[in-house]
């Protein structure tokens, strides 16, 4: 798959963050933190790795396994061959997917048949996505729903990003986000769709995650530090030299991955908890459940191999879950839920 430059100028493209993150230097430094986590290797599994049952339950829908592609694309031409690649694998596979920001469908109403992803995935969980940004400007549960009626979504996400926007000089006021979220959930509620609220990547405090379960979010994708840095990406994408150096300088700001998946552990044992942020394998993924997550989530790792082909897409995911499986087998996890709390702290 090929990129031509002219994404790169049009502000509204995902195009541009998209050869970013393929072509650029976009991690974070500082790592995940999972490696300061080993495994308790079990010698007497006392279970048959064939047995070993992946399923979860998310959003009211099981899945095949405990992984979601993580939110990315849409809204052109180019978004939905991605999009539509990542959904045939989300089917295949069992997986929950989740679209890129669908602000520019609603905004204009051409872009939303690029979102389209459904026919690809008629039975997979499916999440639509809007910025809390958005929220605050005083979008509310009309937009919602068109998002979630626009690809025809289970469940719905709504990110926050306060610091993206503010290298890049986007959204800058965030005063009475948390009021404007409360009220959608509530709205949602009646019309029977999830709200999950999630960070693109700077992952979520312990008062983060307490703000969030006051506001009845149904779930949160805490989205750490440690794997692609939104900071890093605006900054390759900048216009102008001020926004390039301000994102160059917020580059490593964030919570590590495995540090936001604790924060909002030790707030709830149990609201549904989705975490993204640098995993890349199937030990990685282990390790995320292992402390907390009942799902984790991947971006860019499923954005390179999406690019390389289905094949080396579908080739990917079957050696995450068996990777998966093997560390469950090592600990004697038989099942997800018997896998959180089997690592301990090694550094
Ligand atoms: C190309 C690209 C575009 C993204 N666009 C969005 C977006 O529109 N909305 C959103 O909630 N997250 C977006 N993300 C953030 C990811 O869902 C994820 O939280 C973040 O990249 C960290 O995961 P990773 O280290 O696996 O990439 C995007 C990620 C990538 C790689």
Redesign the pocket.
Known sequence: MTFDTASLRDPRS?GR??KA?LTQQVLYQKSTGLERFDFVSQALPEIALSQIDLSVSLAGRALSAPLMI????GGDRRALVINHRLARAAQRWGLAM?V??QRVGIEDRSRARYFELRSQAPTALLFA?LGAAQLVKGWGRDEALRAVEMIHADAL?I?LNPIQEAVQGGDLDFRGVADRLSRLCEALEVAGVPVFV????FGISEQAARQLLACGVSGIDC?GA???S?ARVESLCADSERERLMGERFGEWGIPTSDSILNVRRVSRSLPLIA????TNGIELAKALALGADVG?????M?VKACQGEDALNRFIADTLDELRICMFGTGAATVAALRGTVVSCR
Request: aromatic share 6%; net charge positive.
């Open positions: 995902k963050h998209i993150c993580a939110p990315m694309t989740g890129g920001s996505n996400f990110h999630r960070e693109v990547g989205a440690g794997g692609t939104w993204c942020g640098g995993l989530g991947m971006a860019r790792s954005l």
